[in-house]
């Protein structure tokens, strides 16, 4: 007996799943502040998908950096039809809230 096949997985899902990580000082969604580089979608021979998610944190030397990695593979995890999820961190461009953030966050972090 085999197992139905694993749902496609879309961009959508993967921003919907990693919109709630947030970052734990700053209480704002790391996709809200411009922190989401990008994700790619691979087939996965053996059906469903390879998530890799690019991801940049607000300093190289973030306290926070591996809880805020370890949530956002458990996000990617928990996505139907993912069947590996990798975060990759990348500083180029280095994160900044002035230019990167969404309106709602810099709101929040008082930038105008």
Do not use: N
């Not at 809200?32 to 998610?53: F, H, I, K, N, T």
């Not at 926070?64 to 139907?80: D, E, I, K, N």
């Amino acid at each position: 007996m085999s197992l139905p096949p694993a749902p496609a997985v879309t961009f959508k899902m993967i921003g919907e799943a990693v919109r709630p990580v947030q970052d734990p000082e700053m209480h704002v969604s790391l996709a809200d502040l411009g922190l989401v580089y990008g994700a790619e979608l691979q087939p996965d021979p053996q059906g469903g998908s390879r998530v890799v998610l690019k991801l940049s944190l607000t300093s190289p030397a973030c306290p926070y950096g591996p809880m805020m990695l370890a949530s956002v593979r458990a996000a990617l995890a928990a996505v139907p039809g993912v069947r590996d999820a990798r975060v990759e961190l990348a500083f180029d461009p280095p994160w900044d809230p002035r230019t990167m953030a969404s309106d709602e966050a810099k709101d929040m972090l008082g930038i105008f």
